[in-house]
């Protein structure tokens, strides 16, 4: 089979590897597409080859080629999405209680449920009364596909904040009530300086994964608010400096909002499948490029150019 290789900083290479084998327990699948993750940035970056041969992607989906002996409630051509790495490739395995099948009629494309489970499962972590103001920094595709979710869980309000003026437009188009550059965020969204409390933000959301989104979004939680971090934190090996005396003397609550059980994964990934079946959460618009197996280097560096429109985007493996 073809599959992508990372043979050394941002170079992948084509090349032609044994289809993998699969155990009683597992599923063959011959992956259609694939999402492209910002988590897999930094080993894309640094070329941090575990193995001798090197496959990314693990937000993938496809059409099932092969059952184990042992697996339940699948079989030959289901459409599945799940829990599976190395999907930069014509085919990968995954344990097959961790693979949910895809409605038939939702596209391919967007039935990509590793992300959309991030999305939910951290979304279900955060705290949200009805009526809540819910402030996101940090708008890209987790950004904007929280503050859809942060909708359906009752926020009255959402402010969204980036530091690109057209991310801002993004935001505005996925229902933001108010949109603001990082550097132009209200004072009175704020409360740092307990002599002069502001009136700052019932949840306060970091999505950036940056030390400067963190810190925008701690000073923006109000007294006794929600701080949640849905962001991964991996620059600097994720060390961060953060104003304890601050986040301590403001009471908050903070939700380290990522979730590690498989199980809670395959659910959420059921529910946003369920959500865009019924139109209640819009996938279709936040995946702006496709590319082929041979792009995934330009898809990566995406991620870091920022090119016009560019929110998410995906191999497609023919």
């Known amino acids: 089979m073809k599959a992508s290789i990372l043979t050394s900083a941002k170079t992948n ?3 032609e590897v044994p289809r993998p084998e699969i155990t009683n327990n597992q ?4 992956v259609k597409y694939c999402g492209v993750c910002a988590s897999e940035l930094h080993p894309w970056q640094q070329g941090a080859i575990e193995q ?3 496959i990314l992607g693990h937000e993938g989906m496809g059409i099932i080629e092969e059952v184990g002996s042992n697996v339940e409630g699948f079989c030959k051509g289901d459409r599945v999405t799940g829990l599976f790495n190395q999907a930069f490739a014509e085919y990968a395995v995954a344990e097959y209680q961790d693979v949910i099948k895809i ?9 990509i449920g590793e992300p959309l489970s991030c999305l939910w499962s951290g979304a279900n972590r955060t705290p949200v009364n009805l009526g809540d103001t819910v402030a996101v920094v940090g708008l890209g595709f987790m950004g904007l596909g929280f503050m859809q979710l942060m909708k359906h ?4 309000k959402i402010i969204a904040i980036d ?5 801002l437009d993004h935001a505005k188009r996925f229902g933001a009530d108010e949109v603001y550059l990082a550097h132009e965020v209200p004072d009175t969204y704020k409360v740092t300086d307990w002599d002069e409390i502001g009136q700052g933000i019932d949840v306060s959301v970091d ?8 810190a925008l979004a701690g000073e923006l939680a109000a007294v006794h608010g929600v701080l949640s971090i849905v962001g991964y934190h991996q620059s600097h090996q994720g060390i961060r400096n953060v104003n304890m005396q601050l986040w301590n003397w403001k009471a908050l609550t903070v939700i ?3 979730e590690r059980r498989n199980q809670v994964h395959v659910e959420a990934m059921k529910a946003m499948m369920t959500l865009m079946d019924n139109g209640r959460f819009h996938m279709k618009d936040m995946i702006t490029h496709v590319h082929s197996l041979d792009e995934v280097d330009q898809a990566y560096e995406h991620i870091v150019t920022k090119p016009d429109d560019f929110i998410k985007s995906v191999i497609e493996i023919s």
């Open 27 to 30: 599923v063959l699948i011959k």
């Open 207 to 214: 999505t950036t994964g940056s030390p400067q989104g963190l």
């Open 13 to 15: 290479k084509i090349m």
């Open 163 to 167: 530091i690109r003026q057209e991310s």
């Open 153 to 156: 869980k009752g926020a009255g």
């Open 103 to 111: 409605p038939d009629e939702l596209e391919g494309m967007v039935a």
């Open 256 to 258: 380290n909002a990522h």
């Open 52 to 54: 001798e041969q090197t």
